[in-house]
């Protein structure tokens, strides 16, 4: 099934229209919707400065900053 093309007049008449969606549909836009913000969201980094005696040691602590 194809998606369905909506038109509008002005921008409220957009606004107030429902999302038209397919059954089922809602979670996986809600996943996209999670991927999406992964993708684009500020990463957080530990606050602080940071030294170590060698890159093998910097790289370890990148990679657990990473997996949390």
């Known amino acids: 099934m194809g998606s369905?093309?909506?038109k509008?007049?002005?921008?409220?008449e957009m606004n107030d229209a429902e999302p038209?969606?397919?059954e089922g549909a809602g979670f996986e836009r809600f996943l996209r919707h999670c991927a999406r913000y992964w993708a684009i969201a500020p990463r957080r980094y530990p606050r602080g400065?940071?030294?170590?005696?060698t890159i093998e040691e910097a790289q370890r602590a990148r990679?657990?900053?990473h997996a949390r």
């Open 4 to 6: 369905r093309v909506q």
């Open 8 to 12: 509008f007049r002005s921008v409220s």
């Open 20 to 22: 038209v969606l397919r």
């Open 49 to 53: 400065v940071f030294k170590f005696r």
């Open 63 to 65: 990679e657990r900053h």
